[in-house]
């Protein structure tokens, strides 16, 4: 009885985020869903530098779990959050900063618009990505012999979903 008690709590921040990542006044955090996955990025010839090239990034693929290591859903371009339940929403990001952790994808706030039918995710109204572990775009084996190639770096987040109070 005690644990369907306690599963009724709303979930508690436990990460500091710089105050440029925090959400506004009138938001509150609805759930935290871990993800893993990759970044995908393509070596591509540089706009405005003739000659030379850079692993640019193309899109996230990733699984979404609940707290307790469930599957609830993905993570995919757009970029797109899409629960189980079939409810989907698309994120802009509002806020960057870099992790606190070295070769790792840094931190975001994202402003959210539901884009599919109701359900766990169509009230989310911010995202914060944070806890970030890996992902980042590799530093080296990007030239003209290598363009159109693709590579799929694993990286770990936290997503902090957040609706109105």
Same mark, same amino acid.
């Given at each position: 009885l005690v644990a369907a008690c306690a599963g009724l709590q709303e979930p508690t921040s436990t990460v500091k985020v710089p105050d440029k990542l925090k959400p506004a006044a009138n938001e509150s955090l609805a759930m935290i869903v871990p993800a893993k996955g990759v970044q995908i990025y393509e070596c591509r010839a540089k706009k405005d530098?003739? *000659?030379? $090239?850079?692993?640019?990034?193309?899109?996230?693929?990733?699984?979404?779990?609940?707290?307790? *290591?469930?599957?609830? *859903?993905?993570? $995919?371009? *757009?970029?797109?959050?899409?629960? &189980?339940?079939g409810s989907k929403i698309v994120g802009t990001v509002k806020a960057s900063t870099d &992790?606190?952790?070295a070769d790792a994808i840094p931190w975001l706030l994202l402003v959210t618009k539901s884009v599919g039918p109701q359900g766990s995710f169509s009230k989310i109204t911010s995202i914060q990505r944070v806890n970030t572990v890996g992902g980042v775009a590799p530093k080296t084996g990007c030239a003209q012999s290598t363009v159109g190639t693709t590579a799929r770096i694993p990286y770990t987040a936290d997503y902090y979903l957040l609706t109105e109070k």
């Open positions: 530098q003739a *000659g030379t $090239y850079e692993w640019a990034f193309v899109a996230p693929e990733a699984d979404l779990f609940d707290t307790s *290591g469930k599957k609830i *859903g993905r993570h $995919y371009a *757009g970029p797109h959050w899409e629960s &189980a339940d &992790a606190p952790q």
